[in-house]
Antibody
Framework: EVQLVESGGGLIKPGGSLRLSCAASGFTFTNAWMSWVRQAPGKGLDWVGRIRSKTDGGTTDYATPVKGRFTISRDESRSTLYLQLNGLKSEDTAVYFC???????????WGLGTLVTVSS | DIVMTQTPLSLSVTPGQPASISCKSSQSLLYRDGKTYLYWYLQKPGQSPQLLIYEVSNRFSGVPDRFSGSGSGTDFTLKISRVEAEDVGVYYCMQSIQLPTFGQGTKVEIK
C-alpha cells in the first residue's frame, strides 16, 4: 500500500524558511516522479512542483509563484521527498500535500498534508 | 499556463439523481502520443484529494462505476449517474499535458 507522510509544517514569519519532508513507502521510490501540491485555507488545489526519478534525470519543475524560492529534492536512501521553502510570504500559507503516481496517473496517491502558516 | 474552467461551481443534488460537471481547458489536452491528459479528483470534507478518473474516461482503482468521464480536446464532463451521500465534496479537473493545473473546483452537496 502506497503511503506518503508529510511533516515539517508550522508557523513561520514572513521571509523565513522551512523544510517539509514526505516519507514514502509501499512503492519503488527510486522510480517515482514526486510532486507537491498546496491548498490555501478554503481554496482550491495548486500544483507547486515536481522532481523526476533519478533514472529520468532527477530534474525539477516549479510553478511560477514559487520558482526561485522553493526547492524540491529527494533522498533515495531514506525514500524521502523534501520541499525547501525560502522567502516565505503570507500567500504561501497552505496545506502542502506530497503526491505521486505513474505515467498514466501522475498524481494518484496523496498524503494527508502538512500545514504551513506564514504570519507575523 | 493552461487554464481549467469548471462549471458549475456548486451543485445541490437529490440522492439517486444524476449530476454533471463541465471542465474546459484553454488549450487542447490531446498529446502527440494520442492520449488526452485530463483527470478528475474528489476531495471529501477534511480529506486529501482522491483520483476518480484518469485520461478522460478511465476509472481509477476502486472507483464506483456510477462515475464516468467523457470529452475530447478542450471540453470534458464528469457524470455521476446516481448521486449518493458519500459523493459530497469538491470535484476538481486537472490537466497534465503541460505543468499541471487544476480547475477551481465544484462543490457538490446533497439536497
Amino acid at each position: 500500500e502506497v503511503q506518503l507522510v508529510e511533516s515539517g509544517g508550522g508557523l513561520i514569519k514572513p521571509g523565513g524558511s522551512l523544510r517539509l519532508s514526505c516519507a514514502a513507502s509501499g512503492f519503488t521510490f527510486t522510480n517515482a516522479w514526486m510532486s507537491w501540491v498546496r491548498q490555501a485555507p478554503g481554496k482550491g488545489l495548486d500544483w507547486v512542483g515536481r522532481i523526476r526519478s533519478k533514472t529520468d534525470g532527477g530534474t525539477t519543475d516549479y510553478a511560477t509563484p514559487v520558482k526561485g524560492r522553493f526547492t524540491i529534492s529527494r533522498d533515495e536512501s531514506r525514500s524521502t521527498l523534501y520541499l525547501q521553502l525560502n522567502g516565505l510570504k503570507s500567500e504561501d500559507t497552505a496545506v502542502y500535500f506530497c503526491t505521486t503516481g505513474s505515467n498514466s496517473y501522475p498524481l494518484a496517491y496523496w498524503g494527508l498534508g502538512t500545514l504551513v502558516t506564514v504570519s507575523s | 499556463d493552461i487554464v481549467m474552467t469548471q462549471t458549475p461551481l456548486s451543485l445541490s443534488v437529490t440522492p439517486g439523481q444524476p449530476a454533471s460537471i463541465s471542465c474546459k481547458s484553454s488549450q487542447s489536452l490531446l498529446y502527440r502520443d494520442g492520449k488526452t491528459y485530463l483527470y478528475w479528483y474528489l476531495q471529501k470534507p477534511g480529506q486529501s484529494p482522491q483520483l476518480l478518473i484518469y485520461e478522460v474516461s478511465n476509472r481509477f482503482s476502486g472507483v464506483p462505476d456510477r462515475f464516468s468521464g467523457s470529452g475530447s480536446g478542450t471540453d470534458f464532463t464528469l457524470k455521476i449517474s446516481r448521486v449518493e451521500a458519500e459523493d459530497v465534496g469538491v470535484y476538481y479537473c486537472m490537466q497534465s499535458i503541460q505543468l499541471p493545473t487544476f480547475g477551481q473546483g465544484t462543490k457538490v452537496e446533497i439536497k
